[in-house]
């Protein structure tokens, strides 16, 4: 995770943080000084369940882009007979 402050003179300050999933961009996170949650934006379509969703820390949204982009076990199947 990597972080890219931003501020200008007429606008409120921010704060973002790119999330990375191993070698992807999975997107990043934002928020305004005036703003409590970051919010997350999509930079990548397997991490578009995403896109909008608030955190509290740029590390939950990072842990909830790596749940997401964990290998899902193959259900079980079992044949009849």
Known sequence: ????AFSGRHSPAQQAYVIEVGETQAGLVNRREDE?????????????????HRFATPGAAEYAA???ARPRPAAAFR???
């Open 1 to 4: 995770m990597s972080s890219i």
């Open 36 to 52: 409590r949650f970051f919010t997350f934006i999509a930079a990548d379509a397997s991490f578009r369940a995403l896109d909008g």
């Open 66 to 68: 790596r749940l997401l």
């Open 79 to 81: 044949l009849a007979s």
